[in-house]
Structures are given as C-alpha cells and as structure tokens.
C-alpha cells in the first residue's frame, strides 16, 4: 500500500529543486551572455587631445614671394609663369602658408638631409604639444602610427618618433606612405582596430606631408598645379580606449567609413606621382578629379547615410533609389540634409575648386565651409593633416559644444574617400587651448571670391 504521507512530503521537495535548477540554469545563461557581451563589445575609443604644428613667421611665403623663387630657379617658361601667378590669385590661399627653408632658399635644396629636418620639425613639434597638453608620457603610448604620402625614408618616420622620444620597446609601430590626403582618417581607422584588441592603451597617430622633396620644377600644367596649393603642416592626435579617460578626453569616435575606387582606371589614376617627358617628378592632377571626387562621396555617405540619419531620411533616400534604378524613373537621387545628422563639417581643403563641388553637393552654408575655406586660406593644403586645422579653427571660434556631432571627410590618391564621425564630450573653452589660431582668430573669417574650377582652368 502507498503512503500517502510520504508523497505529499516529497511533491514539494522536487518542485523546489527543479526550480532550482531551472533557476541556476538560468543565472548561468545570464552570467555566459553577460560575459560575452561585455568582451565582444567594440570598445569606446576617445580623442584626448590633438594639436597642428605651427611654423614660425621665417617660414611664411607669400604669393610675390613664391613667384619670386619660382622665377629665379630658372627652369620654368614665360607662359608657365604665368599660368602659376594665375592658379595662386584664384587658389584660394592668403598670404601666410609655409615652406621649408630648403624651398625657400636660392636656389631650391631639396635633398634628403633638408627633408628629414622637415619631418622632424612638423612632427615633433606636434608631438610635444600634444604630450605637454595631455601630460602623457611618451612610455605610455602603446601603438604610434605615421603617415605621409610622398617622403618614406629608411628608417621609417614612425622610427624616427620612436627612436627620439626613447619609446618602448614592445610598441606597435606603423608607418603609410603614399596613400594620398585621406590617410590620416585610415590612421585613424588602423589606430581604431588596433585598440579594440589591444586594451587599456594609448595611440598616437601622426599626419603630415614632406613639401622639400616634392616640390615639381617642370612645365607640365597638370604637375604645376600642387605646386600652388601643398604647403609645410602637420598634425598629432592622442586616441584611448581607457574608460578612465572619457571625462578628460574631447571627442569619441562614433563611426569610420571608407571608400576605396581604385578598381575603376579613371579614379585610379586621377592623382599621381609619376614623372613627366622631361623626366622630372611631380603630382599630376586630372581633370576628372571633381568628377571622381564627386562619385567617390556618393558611395561613402550611402553607407554612412544608414549609421547616422532618422528612419524617414532614410526611407525617402530609398524610394528615390528604387524609382530611379528599378522602375526607370527620370529623377535625381534624393540628397539627405546633413545639417540634421551634424552639427560641423570638416572637409579635406583638396582646393578651392573641390570645396565648391561639395557644398554645392552636401547643400551646406557658408558657415558650415567656414573651417575648411579658412584653413585652405591661412595654411594651404596640407595633405593629410587639413582636417585637424579645421578642426581647431571650430573649437578657436568656440563653436564646439558637448553633444555636437562633427563629419571628417578626406579624399584622396587610389582613389579614395573616407570619413569620420566625432561626438564632443565636453564644450571647448577657446581661452583654454593651445591652439594655432587662437592669436589671429579675431581675423577670421575673410571674404574669398568665388572662382571657376582650378583644374580645368
């Protein structure tokens, strides 16, 4: 015979322990999915601080001055010195960008020696700013990465800041070279990835151009162009995946974007470093070079567009894209308003004739190409690193406020367009920073005229 005591003493016993067990379960599946959320996660990756070399008053040149050294060499015609005088007036460039004294000087010196004591001058001197503004040691940085397109000696220039700031000796090391004007955002990028996996570290990257071996003393137009427009700057940045360092850094990178159109002739070979009939080296610049520049954004900001615009921007962009591509519909594809997703712009200063394309492109104010215009005038295009002088020139003028979202985009040789997003964390006091506008930042902004494109000028 059954005991009946006996079962209604256990029935409660087992329900508690498969309870129990279910509970524990549970807890596990939690603790597991805790667990690999919180290390697979992208890690948060913060600007700390960055800073533009600043070359002294003897280094200035100005529009007499460069036609001056440009006649004395000698080696350009009548019509070719012409042709410069020209590109300068409509550039887009004031009358206080930088050479290297090896240009400068009569006649020109450009040789190794020359060139190395301008990687070291920019760079350094941008380094030490920034390591002074941030009070980290040199010891402390865990990965350095340099770019520079056109100059890559041996050692390499990542070498050089390792060997003069006595850098540790497990530190990851990178160096690019010729990858256009865009690679400081692929720096940016490459110091991004590495610091997902490379935790508690600091990165620093360093862009720059080396103006001394690069100058073009020939007389085809297409190379005499760069002449007028590349000038003498560099920038640092100090990047950090330490959470402990959001409450004193400026800015968390949000998204990086970048578009590569090297597959297509026309794109690959609208910029590049070849020599001429003469034989003498030079960048040459296409005249497709607004038309490429034109569709690489395109591709860029269709996948940027999905990461930063509302549901309803989207959706119309889509429609329009359907109609136009699957039903034949004759109608221009729908330009999202940036000015919604961002609140600053920082557009690489290609020229006077590029910036025009874009703004006609991305339907921006004359405020929102302030920074650009206005770097492209006091300091030139310098390459890689115009993006870090805009971005001074917003925080100068004390337009940058904790929330604000601000778009990088370069482009460049390969050809390639990339971009990236920036949220600032705290509101930028000018009176503050260390800045290489702040003591002339009342001057600006100057009224430039508008001109007709450069290139197919």
């Not at 920034?130 to 040199?138: D, G, I, N, Q, Y």
């Not at 990461?307 to 136009?324: D, G, I, P, R, Y």
């Not at 290609?350 to 921006?364: F, Q, T």
């Amino acid at each position: 015979m059954r005991d009946w005591n006996n079962v209604a003493v256990l029935d409660p016993l087992e329900f508690n322990m498969i309870t129990n067990i279910i509970l524990c379960c549970t807890l596990i599946l939690i603790f597991i999915a805790t667990t690999l959320y919180f290390t697979t996660r992208p890690r948060k990756i913060y600007l700390v601080d960055f800073s533009c070399y600043k070359p002294g008053p003897d280094r200035i040149v100005t529009r007499e001055l460069f036609m001056e050294r440009s006649a004395q060499t000698g080696l350009f015609t009548e019509e070719n010195l012409v042709f410069l005088k020209k590109i300068l007036e409509i550039s887009g460039l004031g009358q206080k960008t930088y050479f290297p004294p090896a240009v400068l000087q009569v006649p020109p010196n450009p040789c190794m020696a020359e060139a190395r004591k301008e990687a070291e001058e920019v760079m350094f001197g941008a380094i030490n700013e920034l390591l002074e503004k941030t009070k980290v040691k040199a010891k402390d940085i865990g990965i350095v990465i340099v770019n520079c397109s056109l100059f890559n000696p041996t050692p390499s220039l990542s070498a050089m800041v390792v060997n003069h700031y006595k850098m540790r000796e497990n530190i990851l090391s990178y160096n690019l070279g010729g990858m256009g004007c865009s690679a400081s955002l692929i720096s940016i990028d490459l110091a991004n990835q590495l610091l997902q996996v490379n935790p508690n570290s600091y990165a620093l990257v360093v862009s720059m151009e080396n103006i001394t071996l690069n100058g073009y003393f020939g007389n085809d137009k297409s190379m005499l162009v760069s002449n007028c427009l590349f000038r003498m700057g560099g920038a640092a940045i100090l990047l950090s995946n330490k959470s402990s360092d959001r409450r004193r850094s400026k800015y968390q990178l949000i998204h990086t974007v970048r578009t590569h159109m090297g597959a297509d002739d026309k794109c690959y070979g609208c910029i590049s470093h070849k020599e001429d009939e003469n034989k003498r080296v030079g960048v040459a610049l296409s005249k497709d070079l607004i038309i490429v520049a034109g569709e690489a954004l395109k591709t860029n900001i269709t996948t940027l567009g999905p990461l930063v615009f509302s549901m309803s921007e989207q959706l119309l962009f889509f429609l329009k894209l359907v109609a136009k591509k699957v039903f034949k519909v004759k109608i221009r594809p729908y330009v999202p308003d940036f000015k919604l997703a961002f609140e600053h712009f920082c557009i690489h200063t290609g020229g006077r004739a590029v910036l025009d394309e874009l703004e006609k492109n991305l339907k921006l104010s004359e405020w929102h190409m302030e920074p650009s215009r206005m770097t492209l005038y006091r300091f030139g295009n310098t390459s890689s690193s115009s993006l870090w002088y805009e971005l001074a020139y917003l925080e100068a003028k004390g337009r940058m406020n904790r929330g604000d979202r601000t778009w990088q985009m370069a482009f460049g040789s390969g050809f390639k367009f990339n971009s990236a997003v920036w949220f600032a964390l705290r509101t930028i006091h000018p009176v503050k920073e260390k800045n290489p506008w702040i003591d002339e930042i009342h001057d600006f902004p100057v009224q430039v005229s508008r001109v007709a494109s450069i290139i197919s000028s």
